[in-house]
């Protein structure tokens, strides 16, 4: 029997040929798929492997074949120890504060020294500082805390009965373009060792001065920014809680007291107690007093005022108030001209600010036209002799 090859052979050919062309198609579709994703994932993988691997060579330590984190600490105090070394091996050549005028707004003779030796200072954007010899040729100054919440120290002020009790107020609130806002009151009770913030003045922005009268009650004259605290605010148990007894007062809609103002500059003590109160910053001059004789236990609280504005015919805004330590009577005065920025006229007093009389201010108190009174402007009389004023 005979059979044909192409009838037996031809179809195996055929579907052999077919399935062979099949897988090399395949292959094709294979080889040609995008793998770039899984490459770059891989690529990336293998970076971080590999500077992981760098990282741990670089640090390991070969005798242990390991990174000894638990070194960092002594390495940290050894680079420490190390800089330190370095500076103070170094030649030092002063470039300040000795050689350098800063703008000090504030000094306190401290009562705890009967020798006058012992002194603080302090200054309206770097805190507050301390000697203990004062009187010598070179008196030596130390930093007291330079890590208070705020350094714009404008007034130092020391409690009357208790010398341990002192009190910082902080912000200099005279629009001055280099001013630092302050944060509020700070209280020592160790003579000035440390200071802590009272809680209640935190919103103190501006502290222009601070006065403890003979009943043992603390003022603060205050210029907002932001806050309702402004004006003349007084304090009758050390700083705990605070009453606005001067300035305009935008929560009481019946004030007893006339104000134009209610930015306070300036507050004066006198040896009888009798305490006042100058108000106006860019605002219109107001001064007050409270009488000791006429409200004894309640001097200077609220509505317990009287203004002894001296008269004057020209628009005036800051004012300066000293009073003579050795006569109470007398009291003097000077203002801010709006228009030239000058001292105009000097104010004084010999009977507590009931009837003033004035003359001229000496040319030498003024910088002509560059005068800045709203700024630069502070009066004290010689505790001995009631007729030197120094300005």
Not at 31 to 48: P, Q, R, T, V, Y
Not at 115 to 136: D, E, R
Not at 250 to 261: A, K, R, V
Not at 315 to 337: G, I, K, L, W
Request: with cysteine; hydrophobic share 40%; net charge negative.
């Amino acid at each position: 029997m005979f059979f044909d090859k192409k009838m037996v052979f031809t179809p195996f050919k055929t579907s052999f040929l077919s399935l062979l062309a099949g897988i090399l198609v395949s292959g094709i579709f294979v080889g040609c798929k995008d793998n770039s994703s899984e490459s770059e994932e891989k690529l990336e993988m293998d970076g971080m492997q590999k500077a992981m691997r760098q990282q741990f060579l670089m640090t390991r330590d070969p005798a242990l074949n390991r990174v000894p984190t638990e070194r960092l600490l002594d390495a940290m105090r050894f680079m420490s120890t190390a800089r330190t070394t370095q500076i103070s091996n170094l030649t030092w050549t002063e470039r300040g504060p000795n050689n350098i005028g800063g703008r000090s707004r504030t000094i306190m003779i401290d009562k705890n020294d009967p020798t006058g030796n012992t002194v603080f200072a302090a200054s309206v954007s770097g805190g507050i500082f301390k000697t203990s010899n004062f009187l010598s040729a070179t008196p030596s100054w130390a930093v007291v805390n330079d890590q208070m919440a705020n350094l714009a120290v404008t007034v130092l002020v020391q409690d009357r009965s208790n010398y341990n009790i002192m009190y910082a107020g902080t912000g200099e609130g005279w629009f001055n373009l280099d001013a630092v806002r302050g944060a509020g009151i700070f209280k020592s009770t160790d003579a000035g060792v440390t200071w802590s913030q009272i809680p209640s003045t935190s919103g103190f922005e501006f502290v222009q001065d601070i006065v403890i009268d003979n009943n043992g009650n603390v003022y603060a004259a205050l210029r907002n920014l932001t806050t309702s605290n402004r004006g003349v605010v007084r304090s009758t148990d050390g700083g705990s809680t605070w009453t606005q007894v001067l300035g305009l007062d935008q929560s009481d809609p019946s004030p007893c007291i006339t104000f134009t103002t209610g930015r306070a500059c300036d507050l004066e003590v006198a040896t009888n107690g009798d305490v006042y109160a100058a108000l106006g910053i860019f605002t219109p001059t107001q001064i007050f007093k409270s009488s000791f004789a006429t409200y004894g236990a309640n001097t200077g609280a609220k509505c317990n005022w009287q203004e002894i504005t001296p008269p004057h015919s020209e628009t005036t805004f800051r004012a300066e108030v000293a009073v003579a330590p050795s006569n109470s009577q007398r009291v003097y005065v000077m203002m801010q001209d709006s228009a030239t920025d000058q001292v105009k006229d000097f104010y004084r007093s010999n009977d507590g600010g009931i009837t003033w009389g004035s003359f001229t201010a000496p040319s030498a108190l003024n910088n002509g036209s560059n005068s800045q009174t709203w700024y630069d402007l502070i009066m004290a009389v010689d505790s001995a002799n009631a007729d030197n004023v120094v300005v």
